[in-house]
Nanobody, 114 residues
Framework: QVQLVESGGGLVQAGGSLTLSCVAS????????MGWYRQAPGKQRELVAR???????NYADSVKGRFTISRDSAKNTVNLQMNSLEPEDTAVYYC????????WGQGTQVTVSS
């Protein structure tokens, strides 16, 4: 069974930055489109950034220009650089394949204080 492990979350003030990292067992990051998703309290999980097998990236309007998704195939990791963080970005962040996610990992909590 594929295992996804997210890390890098934390508490940051508005305007700050964080970099999230996701490592997976097997080669799913290397050979699949990957996404970073987030789920805020009381809200549905949403896709905020996606990178295709070929490296094309897409972002939700709410994070466009502030977040950057990247993949390191050699290390089998996918990262999310988050700048200019806002309190509305507070959520648990997950990585997974896209558009069809597999089993979810534990996620990493991002809390942005105002």
């Amino acid at each position: 069974q594929v295992q996804l492990v997210e890390s890098g979350g934390g508490l940051v003030q508005a305007g700050g930055s964080l970099t999230l990292s996701c490592v997976a067992s097997g080669s799913i990051i290397r050979f699949n489109a990957m996404g970073w998703y987030r789920q805020a309290p009381g809200k549905q999980r949403e896709l905020v950034a996606r990178i295709t097998y070929g490296g094309t990236t897409n972002y939700a309007d709410s994070v466009k220009g502030r977040f950057t998704i990247s993949r390191d195939s050699a290390k089998n990791t996918v990262n999310l650089q988050m700048n200019s963080l806002e309190p509305e970005d507070t959520a648990v962040y997950y990585c997974n394949t896209s558009p069809i996610p597999r089993a979810w990992g534990q996620g990493t909590q991002v809390t942005v204080s105002s």
